[in-house]
């Protein structure tokens, strides 16, 4: 995959607001008439299941002692009177869930009050006119997301199904891989089932290439570890069972000769 031609630079982007200047004063936007939720329902059935499968996969096998959340379809506010961003899927390491999630500045992702932006957002094209190449592009270096994954499973904007850009100063550059170093891990097109339907799924993946599994794949897997180490004791058995019969077969024939011995006034002690 081919770099991408470097971007005008964008002033001013967001950048955490934990490691600022102590002069620095932060001045609270008013967020009482921002619209957080208005009931969009998503696009289709592949990128709902997407979305579902790049989060469950995260909390059920990112290895990191890190916390972090992973949303889906969830608001990106990340300037004042700025309309906010949806990724499909957002990652941000280094944060939690608020503790009073109910209240408005907890129920999206507002950059002012989690303290930084997220390392990952996700679009999974589904048209023409997301513009996901263009202006939200922009967008989402101005929101100083680190890394913009683009996802086209229909091939709306050309052959190319997956990019990844990271933010490099105020403009991202396409990779030529896969792989979030600053977020340890990396992204792959896997073929297979998942809830009933098989497809080319986006999966998250390790440096090495694994895929992080579901709930219910972990379950399998264990399922299948434990059936195997059953089989194995299985086995152990059995062929402690067939040394017995080898050993008792031996001291049969041992016994037998001695016998044959003795009815010929042969010492078997003495000879075996």
Partial sequence: MSTLPTQTNIESSPKSFKNQPEDFEFVEPDISDVITEDDTPVDNLITEKQQR??????????????????????GLFYGNKI??????????????????????QNRSYFVWYFGKPPEVAIEIVSNKIG??????????????????VVFDPLKQLGETILRVYELRGNSYVELGNFYLSQVGLGLTIW?????GKE????????????????????????????EQEKQRAEQEKQRAEQEKQRAE??????????ELLRERGINPDEVL
């Fill in 199 to 226: 497809y080319d799924w986006l999966r998250w993946c390790d440096d090495s290439g694994n895929i992080l599994l579901t709930g219910d794949e972990r379950a399998e897997q264990e399922k299948q570890r434990t």
């Fill in 249 to 258: 077969q031996e001291k049969q024939r041992a016994d037998r000769l001695a």
């Fill in 83 to 104: 309309p906010p961003l949806v990724p499909d899927v957002l990652l941000s390491l280094r944060v939690q869930v608020p503790e009073y999630w109910s209240q408005k």
């Fill in 191 to 195: 073929h297979g089932i998942f809830e």
């Fill in 53 to 74: 499968l790049l989060t469950t996969t995260l909390y059920s096998s990112f290895s990191t002692e890190l916390p972090f959340l992973a949303t889906a379809n969830v």
């Fill in 131 to 148: 513009n996901e190449l263009g202006s939200k592009l922009q967008d989402y270096a101005f929101a100083a997301v680190g890394y913009y």
